[in-house]
């Protein structure tokens, strides 16, 4: 791992806000979820992901294939720590997860933002459920498309009626509102 000069000033302000909002909470749910998909235990969360075999391992149990076995072997180098989680982000776009769910390598390899790798991991298991993975869950269920279909004539009912969010002109009047323009009256008693 290289070794990165402080932050200082805004920059450190920064990492301890991100780091203050860590949670250990959810890293404990993405732990079990992580061993129960690999059988594989964990001994000291972010040391044991850091070279991305593990990583590798949990996606090729879920969809066999996505990353070359050779991946799944521990890397020592830090440059080949950063291509085995390149091989993981890789799978998991194959597997259908999106870029904004997605972290940067050095997140994981240099621990630069936990919180991302964390909430990726939280993603994949969302995604798992939505590919048919029977096993334990993580986050919530996806969504699925809601598609409506209206006919032309619930169209056109629905262009003539005034929705409430639109406002309503009952009730508003400017009865006892003086004209724009004119000065204030004051009366002496």
Not at 7 to 30: F, L, P, Q, W
Not at 55 to 62: A, T, Y
Request: with cysteine; glycine share 12%; proline share 5%.
């Amino acid at each position: 791992m290289t070794t990165r000069a402080n932050k200082s000033g805004i920059n450190a302000d920064m990492v301890k806000k991100r780091e203050a909002t860590y949670s250990h909470e959810d890293e404990g749910k993405a732990r079990g979820w992580l061993e129960a998909v690999s059988g594989e235990p964990i001994e000291g969360f972010f040391e044991t992901l850091k070279d991305g075999s593990y990583l590798c391992r949990v996606l090729n149990r879920l969809q066999p294939g996505l990353v070359p076995a050779k991946y799944e072997r521990p890397q020592s180098f830090p440059i080949r720590q950063i291509e085995t989680v390149g091989q993981y982000l890789d799978g998991c776009r194959k597997y259908g997860m999106e870029e904004k769910d997605l972290f940067v390598s050095v997140d994981l390899v240099e621990e630069q933002n936990k919180n991302m790798v964390l909430a990726s991991i939280i993603s994949l298991g969302r995604l798992a459920q939505k590919h048919g993975y029977e096993g334990p869950k993580l986050g919530p269920k996806e969504a699925e498309a809601n598609p409506r279909e209206f006919t032309e004539d619930q169209l056109k009912q629905g262009r003539g009626e005034i929705g409430l969010q639109m406002g309503s002109n009952k009730g508003a009047t400017q009865a006892g509102m003086s004209p724009y323009g004119k000065t204030r009256q004051i009366y002496q008693s």
